[in-house]
């Protein structure tokens, strides 16, 4: 081999530890989903079947189940499948489950069965880390992603499209009966076989135009305005792309910044996240179990209506300003070098509203930034709030 590091041969034989506990270290992370769940009354959280039954086959226990699934939460290991391999192949896995490995089907139904209380075991270890004064400084970070559901764009069905499908399945109709008529007059130049097919082809259209009508029924009655067949309750987003899009959910995340630790989620299907600063904002604060909580959050969130609400609740917001006034001159391309930059930061203190704004040179005031009060009539015209008077520092 050379001077290459070389490794040991596999057919040596070793005296290795005798127990799965010599491999897994005192500060393992395992060791803390271990004493955490232990410590749980899972029937008080609402989990199933956490007593056993006195006949019948025996089954795993709750607790070996979600300390499997937080391992795999934690490592980003969310599939049932893979979870089986690392308790067959990973020792922290086959330390924390005891040498057991479930079977996917196991796996997906103790998480089909037991999502509230899942959630239950999840508050349960806010409040621990609220206990340990983790959430001190009472301010989080609120973001949103999307997540794409198993629903395909071809089985989301909303107005515009079922409209657009409607007028594809009319024009190939006229197509094909067109087609017919030209057979009906020159019959020598349209071989028999191939009417027959066309026949059925208009057939077939016709039995996708009554489906479409009996879609467009449901899509009008919904309240959306969308009908998702394979997953009902996801929905069509938009994503950052120029005519992209996906069909699946809105999870809405707010994070403690100084130990990124998340503290509220919430999984919702709007496309948007104007309507989520106050619930989400809520949830964060009842969390930390503080009297006032700092939401900071991006320019997507800004609602007039939103930041009304928060006031007198406890949650102070920072956000960017959204630019909705439409004077932005459209003839200047949004990222060019000519348009006037200006940033317009909503903060919410104890005394009311107040507005940050910073300008660019090409707005005369080089990289400055200055503070300015928001009168209690210029700032329930323009956020929505109705108290004001502060100056921001």
């Not at 239950?120 to 973001?143: E, I, N, S, W, Y």
């Not at 928001?374 to 329930?380: D, E, G, L, N, Y």
Request: charged content about 25%; some cysteine.
């Amino acid at each position: 081999m050379g001077r290459f590091v070389e490794g040991q041969d596999r057919r040596q034989s070793w005296l290795l530890p005798s127990s799965l506990d010599d491999y897994v270290t005192a500060d393992n992370p395992v060791r803390v989903i271990e004493v955490f769940i232990d410590e749980l009354d899972l029937g008080a959280l609402g989990f199933t079947r956490f007593e056993p039954a006195a006949t019948g086959r025996p089954a795993y226990d709750p607790a070996t189940l979600l300390k499997l699934y937080l391992y795999g939460y934690l490592h980003r290991v969310p599939s049932s499948r893979r979870l089986e391999r690392e308790a067959q192949r990973n020792i922290e896995v086959m330390w924390l489950t005891g040498r057991l490995a479930p079977d996917p089907k196991s796996i997906a139904n103790f998480r089909r069965d037991n999502g509230p209380a899942i959630q239950a075991a999840c508050r349960q270890f806010v409040m621990l880390c609220r206990d340990l004064r983790l959430f001190a400084g009472a301010t989080v970070a609120l973001d949103g992603s999307k997540f794409k559901a198993v629903n395909n764009r071809d089985r989301n069905c909303t107005v515009a499209k079922v409209a657009k499908r409607l007028e594809q399945v009319e024009a190939s109709i006229a197509r094909y009966l067109a087609a017919l008529d030209r057979a009906d007059r020159e019959d020598s130049d349209v071989p028999e076989a191939r009417t027959q097919r066309i026949g059925e082809k208009i057939a077939a259209l016709r039995r996708q135009m009554a489906f479409l009508r009996e879609m467009q029924a449901q899509v009008e009655t919904a309240d959306d305005g969308q009908v998702s067949r394979t997953d009902p309750d996801a929905r069509s987003m938009a994503t950052s792309g120029r005519g992209t899009g996906i069909v699946g959910y809105n999870v809405q995340i707010a994070v403690e910044p100084e130990h990124h630790l998340v503290v509220a989620h919430e999984v919702v299907n709007e496309g948007h996240d104007r309507t989520q600063l106050v619930p989400m904002g809520d949830r964060a604060k009842q969390a930390t179990d503080a009297g006032e909580i700092t939401v900071l959050a991006d320019r997507g969130y800004y609602s007039g209506e939103e930041v009304l609400a928060c006031e007198g609740t406890g949650i102070l917001p920072a956000m960017p300003r959204a630019d909705t006034s439409g004077r932005a001159d459209p003839a200047i391309p949004r990222n060019s070098a000519a348009s006037p930059k200006r940033t317009s930061i909503l903060m919410i203190n104890r005394r009311g509203v107040s507005d940050r704004a910073t300008r660019s040179p090409a707005a005369g005031s080089a990289g400055r930034r200055r503070a300015r009060t928001a009168s209690p009539t210029r700032s329930a015209t323009r956020t929505g709030a109705a108290s004001a008077g502060s100056t921001a520092p």
